[in-house]
Structure formats: C-alpha cells, structure tokens
C-alpha cells in the first residue's frame, strides 16, 4: 500500500551570525506561516524572531506496514530538513517530528446551519 504523511520537522536555529540574520530576515515575507503548505520539495518556514523553524513536507512512502511507513517517512523527513538547513548555509537542531497519515484523516461532511 502507499501511504502519505504531511510531515511537520520543527527546529530551532543555532549560531546564526549577523549575515545569516539580515538575509533571513529579508526573505521573512516568502517563508511566514502564510505560505505554509506540504510539498514533496518542502516548505521552509520560521519566525521573525529567528528563533524557530519548520519545514513542511509532503512524503509518501509504499511499505506494507502502516507503523513502518510513518517511521521511514519521519526519517526522511528530518534528512530533507537537515538538507536543507545546510544547502542554505544555517545550523539547526531538530526538536520534534510529527506526521499525520492522510489515508486515515476522516472528513467530515460540512453541517448547514
């Protein structure tokens, strides 16, 4: 079966010099919660305080274990991230994992008031 996990990796962010900080900064508007989405490329986001982050993906992974699945999937998640984190040049450590399966996300049918 194929199984697919939004994942969320939160982390905060270590040493970051004067440089790093100006050029995070300036790119705040194209990485706040607002262009938050799950995608198989990930979404980098983090807070004007340059204290957090996130990285949102979207990962999907075809073990015959539901259990198995999320694991791997959180696994890759946190190497992308890792990623990253290092391609743009920035220090991070990792604080949480989560993953939501969405072949078990139950959708409501919308009530009229």
Same mark, same amino acid.
């Given at each position: 079966?194929?199984?697919?996990?939004?994942?969320? *990796?939160?982390?905060r962010? =270590?040493a970051?010099? /004067? /440089?790093?900080?100006?050029? $995070?900064?300036?790119a705040?508007?194209?990485?706040?919660?607002?262009s =938050?989405?799950?995608?198989?490329e990930?979404?980098? $986001?983090?807070?004007?305080?340059? *204290?957090?982050?996130?990285?949102?993906?979207?990962v999907?992974?075809?073990?015959?274990?539901? %259990?198995?699945?999320?694991?791997?999937a959180?696994?890759?998640?946190? /190497?992308?991230s %890792?990623?990253d984190?290092a391609? #743009?040049?920035? @220090?991070g450590? @990792? &604080?949480s &994992?989560?993953? &939501?399966?969405?072949?078990? @996300?139950? &959708? #409501?049918p #919308?009530t009229?008031?």
């Amino acid at each position: 079966m194929t199984w697919n996990f939004r994942i969320t *990796v939160r982390g905060r962010f =270590a040493a970051l010099d /004067e /440089e790093q900080h100006r050029s $995070l900064r300036a790119a705040q508007d194209d990485h706040d919660m607002l262009s =938050a989405r799950f995608s198989p490329e990930g979404t980098f $986001l983090y807070t004007p305080e340059l *204290v957090n982050y996130q990285h949102r993906f979207l990962v999907t992974s075809d073990e015959a274990d539901r %259990d198995d699945a999320e694991t791997l999937a959180s696994i890759r998640a946190e /190497e992308l991230s %890792d990623a990253d984190l290092a391609a #743009r040049g920035l @220090v991070g450590r @990792v &604080v949480s &994992v989560s993953a &939501v399966c969405l072949e078990e @996300v139950k &959708v #409501r049918p #919308r009530t009229r008031s």
